[in-house]
């Protein structure tokens, strides 16, 4: 085995674990933290794939921004996240074999892909020059400055969407009387 | 180096373990690690098939970039309903929600 595949491999393994653990833990806490885990495994694989980019945008938005956003939630209720009397629904014995099952499906399916044992070949560009190319492509009308508009839309409807649910219920007439 | 058939192999590991999370896991904040988990194994995937079958084309990393809008805004929206219904009904437990349930 070749350094990169050991490297692989070990992210491979410690992605997984985490993955697991985080559906697994009963404790709400340890699961956002076992989450970050598996995020910046993720990241070390994008790393791996020459994606420098989507690595960095992976630590600043999973990482810095929606595990950080899941840990507030989880303290925000606590006492019920905690206080569950099973962690697992009553189906959870249906979900398992599921999963299962889809993880079967899928091995078959992607060994049907044309690239399945493809190995990457050496990229022609420089990576510095595939980060011009991927900021060209994002606002070149010829590119996705569509999609990518509309992405910026959804997120903006997202986040007034967002304050606009979390706001506290407006108090009753009673109460407004008092 | 490293045949694509490790990275796919690796995401529908990763994908399979959210999806268990999102359907047996009881607490809605829970949920929502699962389905964050699903996006970042899709996320693995594409841009995997874009290093190794068409790394000329931009199309892989942008769908990535779409994939990480489309998963912020999720959490962000899904995160302030469980705020909200826990404001309003002292609980986040998924099965104990069944206002809209038949």
């Not at chain 1, 699961?31 to 070390?44: I, K, M, N």
């Not at chain 1, 044992?117 to 420089?126: D, F, G, S, T, Y």
């Not at chain 2, 998963?71 to 998924?94: D, F, K, M, Q, W």
Request: net charge neutral.
């Amino acid at each position: 085995m070749t350094v990169v595949q050991i490297i692989f491999v070990i992210t491979a393994i410690v992605t997984f674990l985490a993955a697991i653990m985080v559906v697994a833990s009963p404790n709400l806490i340890h699961a956002a933290l076992w989450l970050v885990l598996t995020l910046a495994g993720v990241a070390v694989l994008f790393l791996l794939l020459e994606a420098a980019f989507l690595a960095v945008v992976q630590v600043a938005i999973y990482i810095g921004a929606i595990a950080i956003l899941v840990i507030f939630a989880v303290m925000l209720t606590r006492q019920v996240s905690t206080g569950l009397a099973s962690q697992v629904n009553r189906t959870w014995w249906l979900a398992a074999p599921a999963a299962v099952i889809l993880f079967a499906g899928l091995i078959v399916l992607f060994s049907q892909v044309a690239g399945f044992q493809a190995v990457a070949e050496p990229l022609v560009k420089e990576p510095a020059t595939l980060v011009v190319d991927l900021g060209r492509a994002l606002v070149d009308a010829q590119g996705y400055v569509l999609p990518f508009e509309v992405a910026s839309v959804l997120l903006l409807a997202a986040m007034i969407g967002a304050i606009v649910i979390a706001l506290p219920p407006a108090p009753t007439v009673e109460e407004k009387g008092a | 180096m490293i045949p694509l058939s490790w990275y796919l192999v690796l995401a529908a590991a990763i994908f399979c373990v959210g999806l268990y999370g999102a359907l047996a896991r009881r607490n809605a904040v829970a949920i929502l690690m699962g389905i964050e988990l699903m996006l970042n194994a899709v996320n693995i995937n594409l841009i995997a098939f874009w290093r190794y079958l068409n790394p000329g084309s931009m199309g892989g990393q942008v769908f990535a970039i779409i994939v990480f809008a489309v998963a912020a805004s999720e959490a962000a929206v899904g995160l302030a309903l469980i705020i909200s219904i826990y404001r309003r009904r002292s609980t986040v437990a998924a099965d104990d929600l069944n206002l809209l349930k038949w």
